[in-house]
């Protein structure tokens, strides 16, 4: 995805009103062209606070999920 559609992206978000179009555009995307948007927005993401506030919402989604919970019952037995 060009770094244009990115902006486009990030044109939509902030405003309530465009959560849905946001939305429906994310979910048109491929897994690759995601990828790409999300490290695009992390390597535009230069604040500090910002990326560790970043850093906080994918680590609690990664531990939404079954298998993260897996990993992370192995890895607790383990003394980690």
Do not use: W
């Amino acid at each position: 995805m060009p770094k244009s559609d990115l902006k486009s992206l990030l044109a939509l978000s902030g405003e309530p009103a465009f959560t849905n179009a946001r939305s429906v555009l994310i979910r048109q995307l491929s897994r690759e062209e995601l990828s790409h948007v999300i490290e695009e927005a992390l390597v535009s993401c230069v604040e500090r606070q910002s990326r560790e506030a970043l850093a906080v919402a994918i680590l609690d989604l990664i531990a939404k999920q079954p298998s993260a919970r897996a990993t992370t019952q192995s890895a607790s037995y383990k003394g980690l």
